[in-house]
Structures are given as C-alpha cells and as structure tokens.
C-alpha cells in the first residue's frame, strides 16, 4: 500500500473498523456530454448506442434525470425513447421548426455514445480518488471502491466524503454521490440512497440498523429475479432477510443464500482490492478560466510532472511512454506522447519531455493541462538509455469532441447499472 497523507492525530490499527467509499458518477455519460455542451444543463439528455433511424433500434445508455420524468429508462429501445422524449425545436424565429410555443423545459437532446471522451473524463475522476486513497478498486468507467481507513476518522468521515465530492465537481465538472460504511456492500448501498448528488454515511453499529428497512430489491447483488424469490418466500425488506433462519435461504439460493443472509446483516469481510496493475499514472488540473500566457502553463505542467513521477515512484513503477494533455475552448481534448527505448524512473525526464510536448499550445487558451506515464512496469528492470529520447517516438491527436488518444484499461462492458446507465472502463 502506498503511503499518503493522514489526518493528524489519526492512529489506525489492523482492528479498527474499515472505511470504505463508493464513489459513483450520476448520469455519467450525461454529465459528460453537458461538459462539451454547456447548453445541455437542465435539459433532458438521452445518450444511446447502436441507433441508426429506420435501420435498428438501439439501446438507451443513460438518461439525465430530467429525461426520466418522460419515462425514459436505461436498455429502453432508442426509438421508443425518442418518441416519449420531445423532440427539440429551434429557438430562433428563422429557422424553419420553430415552436414558439415549445419551451426549454419542453426540449429534449439526444446524443450517441462517444466512449473514447467518456473515459477521458473518467481518468481525470480516477486521478482524483486515487489521490485522496491508499487504495482504489474501479469497478466500471463511473464507479469506484475506495478504502480510507489510513486517510481519515470516523468522526470526520462525512467532511472527507464531500472534500472528494467538491473536487471532483469543481476540477472535472461532474456529480458524483458517495456512500461511506465499513463494509462494501454497505457503501455501495448508502451511496444510492440520496441520489443524485449524494452523500450518506453509515457507521459502525449503524449498518444493520440501516439496512433494515430498504426492501429487498436494494440489497447489493439483488436483481428482480432473487427479488420475486425472496419476496415468494415473505421476505420483503433487508431485515426479514437478516432474521430469517438462513438454512432455508441456503436450500433454495446455494451458497449465495447465506452470502444474502450475512449481507442482510451487515456482515461483509471483503477487502478493497484494486483489480490488477494500472496501465498508466496521470495528474491533471483546471484553471479556473482559460490561460493563453504561456509561463503560468509551463509551471503547471511541472507540478504535476513531478507530481505524477512520484506517484510512479511510490507505486514501484517504471514507464515507457510520458504524455501530456491540454484542452482548450471549448472542450477540445489534444493528447500528445513520446515513447522511450525502455522502462525508465526519471522524475527530471518527465519534466523534460511533457514541457517539449507541450510547446504548440503555450500560447493557446488551455483551459486544463494533465501530465500522464504510461507502459508500465512493476518488475525489477534494467532502465534504458536515453540519448536520443525526442523524435520518432512522438504520436499526436486532436479531438475536437473531446476523445482521447488509446483505449482505456480493459474492454468495454454493457451492464444493467443502479444508477440508471449501462455501463460501457487513466487520460485514455
């Protein structure tokens, strides 16, 4: 475990209780297309895959929450979507569909899926929690586990809960709840409680107390068909569950029967443990309006270049490829990157080579810059030379939308999602 910083006067022993965060992004792809187009907020959004008119129906990814109040709904059929969402009209007398009588609130977008800028702006949210965590376990492109019983207490729990929340909505510029419990499944839980927006905490000795009312159908791992099952056997809320006898839950669910009775309870011993080695390292961080001067750019971009070799060194990390990013007005992502002969760990290097990347925007507006190592590798290695680190390692690319320039770590997964999105999985 990597060593961060602590709340003063914290001491934690391997007794204490855990305490875990889960971290999940509302609306995610949304929020992401209102990043890129600011007049999108407070309208309803509906973000879909697989739709071409009058060829296929497609499938509704995620819906704003202003769009499910016109019965819109995650997996829907695209075109049904469209039919229960209004069709925008132009707001300009000119155009040849307007509606005088159609107002804003009356509107609706739809947007198809750009998964690339989606998981540009996911690994700005996971540099964050991987700065505020020891530990760090994503789960999908918009959600997270994190374990910070080393960072804070419980009496403070809440206020470090809603430092991560503020910072991811005032450097990324996305919501995102959170839920704090000493368990997973608990977190989880308590992160959907009050959403959109969130943020609810659940102690310990409060856990099963809190369970104990939701219906079955909100316990974590419990789809509509264990739900009907459940319920056939008259458990109707999480605290039937925990006062059931638990042979007969075994007899009908296997050993998923007693995992459903200790989750009833509160009882979860599962650790958060990250799922692999990262692929990359970065940092990033926004201006709070757009920088056309070069020299504030260029003392950013050494921030967090050593910020980012640190958190490379810390990790036990060598990387073969240092990167930069720079986005401009309005959210035009451009990513460039140098590959090395080898695997190094050389902080100065990094600072070398982000700052030569970074010379074709210094006199651009930049609203947010990010330094990014990349090819990593854990095993002990013999570093390369760099004599001739410049030149036919440079790769570029522009994304007006907002893409990014390689895959994320891992594939693409399409899942029912609590929040109400289908799930699609650092600067990627």
Known sequence: MSEGPRLPGIEVTDDDERIVCHVDADCFYASCERLREPDLRGEPVVVGMGYE????????????????????????????????????????????????????????????????????????????????????REV????????????????????????????????????????????????????????????????PGEVRDFLAPLEVELLHGVGPVTARELREMGLETAGNVAAADPEPLVERFGERGQELHDRARGDDDRRVEPKGEPKSFSRESAFADPVSEPDPKYDQIETLAVAVADRARREGALYRTIGVKAVTPPYDVNTRERSLPGPVDDPDLVGRI????????????????GVRVANLEFAAADQASLDSWGGDGDSQRTDGGGGADSAADGAATDRPHAGGQLSLTDFS
């Not at 509704?60 to 969402?85: D, M, N």
């Not at 709840?177 to 989880?188: I, L, Q, R």
Request: hydrophobic share 40%; charged share 30%.
């Open 53 to 136: 008119p009058g060829e296929t129906v497609g499938a509704v990814a995620t819906a704003s929450y202003e769009a499910r109040e016109f019965g819109v709904e995650s997996a829907q059929a695209i075109s049904t979507a469209l039919e229960r969402l209004p069709r925008r009209a132009a707001m300009t007398p000119e155009a040849d569909d307007y509606d005088p009588e159609l107002t804003r609130e009356e509107t609706g977008f739809y947007r198809p899926v750009d998964l690339d800028y989606y998981e540009s702006v996911a690994e700005e949210v996971q540099s964050i929690l991987h700065d505020c965590a020891d530990v760090v």
């Open 140 to 203: 999908s492109i918009d959600e997270a586990y994190l374990d910070v019983t080393d960072r804070t207490a419980w009496e403070v729990a809440d206020g470090f809960a809603r430092h991560i929340k503020d910072r991811i909505r005032r450097e990324v510029g996305v919501i995102v709840s959170v839920g704090v419990a000493p368990t997973m499944s608990a977190a989880k839980i308590a992160s959907d409680f009050e959403k959109p927006d969130g943020l609810t905490v659940v102690e």
């Open 354 to 369: 982000a700052r030569d990347l970074f010379t074709e925007f210094e006199t651009e507006p930049v609203r947010k810059l």
